[in-house]
Every structure is written in C-alpha cells, then in structure tokens.
C-alpha cells in the first residue's frame, strides 16, 4: 500500500489528475465515463454558480475548464507550476504558482494576466469580499496580498511553512504553520501573531460562525481548536494522520484519516468517535447540506458517502488517485485525479427528493386531468345549450309549417263551402250544408 509521509512529501498529497468522470446515482458504485479532459496534473479544484468546473493544471501551467455538458477547454494559461486555485464573483480564476512565485487572473474570456508576485512557493490561495488575493507562501513564512489593481505587499509573517489558509468576516487571515506548529492570525492592517499553538504538522485548517479555528494535525492525530482569544486546546483525537478537514453548521469537526481509512467526528464538546470507514487512503473530503461526508480515496480511486448515522457506501470510482474534492449547489461531487488526467463527477441520489418531485408531478398530473375534465363538461353542455336554442329557434316555422300544410291537405281532400264569412269544409264530392255556397 502506499503511503504519504506528510512532514516530509506535502506536495505530493495534493497533486491531482487530469480527467473528469460521471458516476450516476445508486446506493453501490455505478459504471465511470469521461466528464472532461484536463491539463497535465491538476491540482486545484474549483466549481462556478453555473457548474463548470477549473482545474489547476501543476505539469502544463494552464487551467482547464470543463462544462456542465463536458466541453473541455484551455482556458488560460498560468505561471509555472500553479498550485492553489480560487474564484471571483464575477467568474474570474486566480492561481498561486508554486515555482515562479506570482498569482495569474484569468477571466471568463480566457485572458491571461500576471496580478502580482508572492513571496516564495505560493500553496494555499484565497479572497475576501473585496476581490483581494492572499497567498500563504510556505518557503518564505509570510502571506502575500494582491489588490485588484495588482498591487502586490507582504501582508505579514508567518509561522515555519503555512501551508492551509483561510479568512474570517472581519478579513483577518489565518495560516495553519507545518513545521513550528503554530497558527498565525494576520489583521487586515498587517499586524502578525501567533494566535495559538497546535498538534504536530498541523495540515488543513477551517474556521467556525464564532471565529474558532480548527486543525487537522497529521503528525499528532488530533484536532486543535484556538479560540479568537488564543486559547490553545486538543478538541478530539483523530484516526492516523488526519488530512483534510470540514465543519458543518452545528460545529462537529470531520476529518479524513490517510492511514487508517476512517472518518473521525467530533463535536463542540469533544466527543470523537469513528463516523466510518472509508476507501484506501482518503485525503480530500467535503460535506453536503444534509450532513452527508465525501472522501476522495486516492489509493483505490473511489468516493466513499458516509450518512450522519454512520453508514459508509462507496458512491463510485473515479480517475487514479483522486485527492482534490468539491461539490456544487446540487449536490454532484467532483474530484481531480492526479495520475489519470481526469476529473470525476459523481450525481448523488437522494431519495427524498426523488420522492418529493414524483408526488410534486403526480399533483400536477392530477390536477391537469381535473382541469381537462372540468373544460371537456364546460364544452359539451355548451353544445347542448346551442343545440337547444337552435331548435326552439325553428318552433315558429315548424307551427306555421304544419298550419299551412294543414289547409293544403283541407284543399285537397275536401269541398269549401262558405256562408257569410263561415268556412266549412266537406268531403270532396258532398253537398254543402243548407245556407252554405260552394266554393272553388
């Protein structure tokens, strides 16, 4: 089996692949197509509102996109070696290069511009509301920021080697520091301090509603939490070497354990326990608004679903060693494969929804049919009403007809006689009553 040594080969856990691939929904593992090509070792993984998915290709210094449809394109290309990606809200990419130390701006329409420089081997990236770029620069212990306007400045100093970053609402940054064991806080206005010490190596760092800052330590497996205070504590204990690390939104911490092939959770007062197991290897994971766990398994290129009971399925395989994960607004899942040049989507059943739709259709159909039927009665007694008032219409003429198809058959059939202004009528051939006069 292979392994990762996290203190000494990070880079190799995050490189990722080059393809994209569909799983369709079920409960077991569904047969893989190809989504979308990419460039050559994709690291970074990221998705739009529109579902279009952007790989940071790290061997060919470019950055894929791939449609909802699976059109794949060379959107851009990058500095050497891109690393971290990231997005604007107006749909353009930013990537940290790794090697030549500077961010790129790719816009929707694939134009390529160097935003700024960094300080040395650029990993995580990110921006605030402002469209600011930060950058954690793990050789040179300081965060870069790049204005819009592309300036660019040493926000602060770090620990030894950030690797993770992230941000708060205030737009204060965080670095989770691999070799010193720290965590650093940087204020906007650049002020640096080490807000509180952590397991050993700590790796992926997340931040909570409150301001608490957790992370996943691989060379101690355990989490940390930091208050916004500074007050260092070990949260739980994890399975080994916990990589990635997520939140969801009552505060339980998850985390995906590369050596044990398990998912630990634990909750805001402590409590660690083993979710699931996963596939081999698990290094990226991601949580759905249902409370539902994903981990990308790079080992055995699988996706492994863990419910909030505690129930592990292996949702579907994937590209070969997949390690960056996402999920977009419906609930599909993404992975960058680094050894198969693909990217994975997976569509996740749910039940629930399935059921909801077919009664919200069912209605729909009931409904429908009430209204046809309701329509149909409307015409046919509309019909009735015109066929009855067309034939009331004609009894005038049917009574004139009849009178006078009357006094024609009185003419034939019979002898007028007439005395004053009386009219009898005999049979033809008969005497007129006395007083009466024949007439023609």
Request: charged letters at 10%; hydrophobic letters at 30%; one cysteine or more.
């Amino acid at each position: 089996m292979l392994k990762i040594n996290f203190r000494t080969n990070i880079i190799a856990l995050i490189l990722t692949s080059l393809f994209l691939v569909y799983i369709s929904p079920s409960a077991n593992a569904e047969p893989s197509t190809i989504l979308g090509t990419t460039g050559d070792e994709p690291n970074g993984i990221i998705i739009d509102s529109s579902g279009n998915i952007y790989t940071a290709n790290g061997a060919s210094n470019n950055v894929s996109k791939i449609t909802p449809q699976g059109v794949s394109t060379t959107l851009g290309t990058t500095g050497a070696n891109p690393f971290g990606i990231t997005i604007d809200s107006s749909g353009n990419i930013y990537t940290a290069n790794n090697v030549d130390n500077t961010v790129t701006k790719i816009t929707p329409g694939g134009v390529s511009t160097t935003l700024g420089t960094t300080g040395n081997n650029p990993r995580g990236i990110l921006i605030d509301s402002s469209g600011n770029i930060y950058t954690a620069n793990y050789g040179a212990n300081n965060v870069s920021k790049i204005t819009p306007g592309g300036v660019s400045t040493i926000l602060g100093t770090t620990g030894a080697n950030p690797f993770a970053i992230t941000i708060d609402s205030s737009g204060n940054i965080y670095t989770a520091n691999d070799v010193d064991n720290t965590v650093t806080k940087i204020t906007p206005q650049g002020v640096s301090t080490i807000l509180g010490t952590t397991g050993a190596n700590p790796f992926g760092i997340t931040i909570d509603s409150s301001g608490n800052i957790y992370t996943s330590n691989t060379g101690a497996d355990t989490v940390s939490k930091i208050t916004p205070q500074g007050v260092s504590t070990t949260l739980g204990t994890t399975g080994a070497q916990p990589v990635g690390i997520t939140i969801d939104s009552s505060g339980n911490i998850y985390t995906a354990n590369n050596v044990d092939n398990t998912v630990t959770k634990i909750t805001p007062q402590g409590v660690s326990t083993t979710l699931g197991t996963t596939g081999a290897q698990p290094v990226g994971i991601t949580i759905d608004s249902s409370g539902n766990i994903y981990t990308a398994n790079n080992v055995d290129n699988t996706v492994t679903k863990i419910t909030p009971q505690g129930v592990s399925t292996t949702l579907g395989t994937t590209g070969n060693f997949p390690n960056g994960i996402t999920i977009d607004s419906s609930g599909n899942i993404y992975t960058s494969n680094n050894f198969g040049a693909t990217v994975t989507k997976i569509t996740v059943f749910d039940q629930a929804a399935a059921n909801a739709e077919a009664a919200r259709v069912a209605a729909a159909n009931a409904e429908a049919a009430r209204v046809a039927a309701a329509n149909a009665e409307a015409a046919r007694k509309a019909k009735e009403q015109k066929e009855l008032t067309e034939i009331l219409a004609l009894i005038p003429s049917i009574a004139e007809l009849t009178l006078s198809l009357g006094e024609t058959t009185q003419s034939l059939y019979s002898t007028k006689c007439v005395k004053g202004k009386t009219t009898k009528y005999v049979k033809y051939g008969a005497k007129c009553p006395k007083g009466y006069v024949k007439k023609k």
